[in-house]
């Protein structure tokens, strides 16, 4: 990050071993790109396996609201290792 920028970042909790909840997104991020890059990881490419097993959203008409099951636990350490909000 260049000196005297900003980091925008979205909120995300950790819920259990292989879980996280997203109720924010970062600034200029649309759930509609979101959850485009969502089934991405849950599908897998040819350069990139799955790692998320399961996404559930739960929005209002105000709020953003997923809720994020990685393959396992061992996916959940690289998460937190690389930052969550990464």
């Known amino acids: ?27 200029r ?13 849950f599908t897998g ?9 399961d996404y559930k959203e739960r929005h209002t008409d105000t709020k953003v609201h997923f809720i994020i099951t990685l393959i396992s636990a061992a996916e959940m350490n690289k998460a937190e290792a690389e930052g969550l909000e990464n």
């Open 29 to 41: 991020s649309w759930v509609q790109s979101f959850k485009e890059q969502l089934d991405v990881w």
């Open 1 to 27: 990050m260049p000196e005297g920028g900003y980091k925008l970042t979205g909120i995300i909790k950790k819920i259990d071993a292989v879980t996280v909840e997203i109720t924010e997104l970062p600034l």
């Open 45 to 53: 490419t040819d350069e990139t396996p799955a790692w998320i097993s």
